[in-house]
């Protein structure tokens, strides 16, 4: 039952537009990882932790789009963790504008190993990092 | 039954990686928009075709990330279209180095009216454009 | 003399790094136009005032790199009008982080007439436009 | 008085425009770099040899800009080694389309070790890479 919502709050810069005049759609991606990281950041948790020796690939990502986004248009990424395993979690995200909805989409990471060398692997997310998600995590 | 598959090389630029040595996944959606205007210069559309009066919004996008592609790896985009409606068509993309499959995507776009000052309205897909795709298109 | 500088912090986003572990050069250019826009709003001017019926082509840019950034980094980019001409302006920045100087940089830009159909046309800056950027010029 | 350029030819793709309607300016940097990636590989240079023990940071950069280019602009990066010192090494580069010239730009680099938990440090330039800059060179 917790609260578990994340709200990263962003303007659109003026590279993110394109000749259509809108935000292209591969930024809505970015704008989900940088309120994750802000997110991360909010439950302590730095960049040493996610990239000494362990990795966090992301092996699936979509979004569905429904209203545009413009050059200095303001916006928040409303990001929630709603799975949350063993190796991977699973967050959505919903784009917002002055209370409308704008998109919604859904990145899945998994926690790899990361040595020279060799191909990143699957591992446990340690549990030092897991339990400062629970406080995000939709319940 | 009818040819379908469009094939679009591609090499990684470095600005394309991040820190942690490999493609950031947002560039993946990238690939497959580049090999989207590729296939539709191929079937002889240009610029003039998609942004004088109509206009194309992408509404829905996915990929699934298997293997990570690098600095300088070659790789192609296999790019199909498995829907074609009446306002509306449908791609899936799968990028492939070496014979071996990095990641399967797709990409759902619209056609629509642009006037200025008005939002953007769904709208078929002008017959001498639908028939330049049936080339394309899976069966 | 007047006060003339205008600063803007920002932090490191991951897809602006790249695979030597760095954020890439190309960035830093970013962040001076982040930071320019952000000093047209903290001026009171927004989009429709640049974009309507006139334009501000870049015409050029340039900077020294002296040390890195990294993902996560703050940073501060400290923004100067040095030049404000007829139909043109001309930007000085410094970026630095934790009071150490890490880049500098220099953008000039043109106001220039913005009609469907025709080529860009160097004009003259509005009076209400350049009477706004006053307080922001070093003297 | 050796032939020294390099060309570079390369179609603008849509998310390097933004909402004024033609490339963002920062991708002209951009642009440079994939020239100078390609010349490298032309001279059989791969990434291992500026990656591994070695890495190139950008210390200067400068362009001027003087035409836009616009989406599916074909065009091409005339790139020329200007300067090649004992550890640094200047490019000149010029944007044309159509032999019309677009952008004149600037990029400077630095042969610099790359140790796991040390600062960048210059070096000297090894023989076997810089004598394959030779044919580049303008003389």
Known sequence: MA????????????????ASGIVH???????????EHAMWRAAGLTVY????????PRVAA?????????FEDEFDVRLRIVELRDKSLRYEALLTKDGENLAIGSLTIVCATRRPGEPMKATTIPADISSRF???RTS
Chains 1, 2, 3, 4 share one sequence.
């Open 3 to 18: 609260i578990s919502e994340f709200v990263y709050r962003r303007r659109v810069q003026f590279p993110e537009t394109d």
């Open 62 to 70: 979509s979004f569905e789009f429904r209203k545009p986004l413009r």
């Open 49 to 56: 932790d996610r990239m000494r020796e362990i990795t966090w």
């Open 134 to 136: 629970e406080v995000f």
């Open 25 to 35: 759609f591969t930024n809505f991606f970015k704008y989900v990882e940088e309120a």
